[in-house]
């Protein structure tokens, strides 16, 4: 079988070096966030180098704040990659990308046990982002609701000042 061809998005990954901000910066004004771009951002979330990964979760996440939207195709494709992603700077991005799409119905728990996960994460900000966006999600959902509470619940106990002051923002309405 032969090698797929690497994307113009992808080569260009490549000189990220997990440090250095500045280049996926150039990255998101050299590029232009098509549903394709955006797709493509989705597919190298699950690419094999770390880098990579983390470097196209960060350029989906500041287009979706910028305002572009996934299709539901890329959505449900999302939705299957999910359980395979262990990064921690994967795991951030995607999870703040979560309030910033209309997720169908069909793949609500699927974000949801994303999120869920990510709730119980070993880094603090990971476990604050994933409470907010399953809540914002449940906003979405009424069937979540139970589970945002819990984790909700979950967080106003949580050790570290961070998750604590995120459930207050959440709570301000902001």
Known sequence: M???????????????????ADVLKELREEFSPTAAVLRQCVKLAA????????????????WLTSGSRLTPRVIAELAQLLPGFEDKWVLLHLVRCVPLMDVPGQHAVAYAEFLQRCCGGQLPFLRAWAMDSLHRLALQHE????QARAAMEAAA???????????QKILQGK
């Open 2 to 20: 032969a090698k797929a061809r690497r994307t113009a998005l992808e080569i260009a990954l490549g000189d990220y070096d997990g440090k250095h």
């Open 47 to 62: 690419h094999d180098d770390a880098l990579i990964a983390q470097g196209a979760t960060w350029l989906l996440w500041s």
């Open 157 to 167: 106990d949580d050790p570290a000042p961070s998750v604590r002051k995120r459930l």
């Open 143 to 146: 069937q979540l609701e139970a």
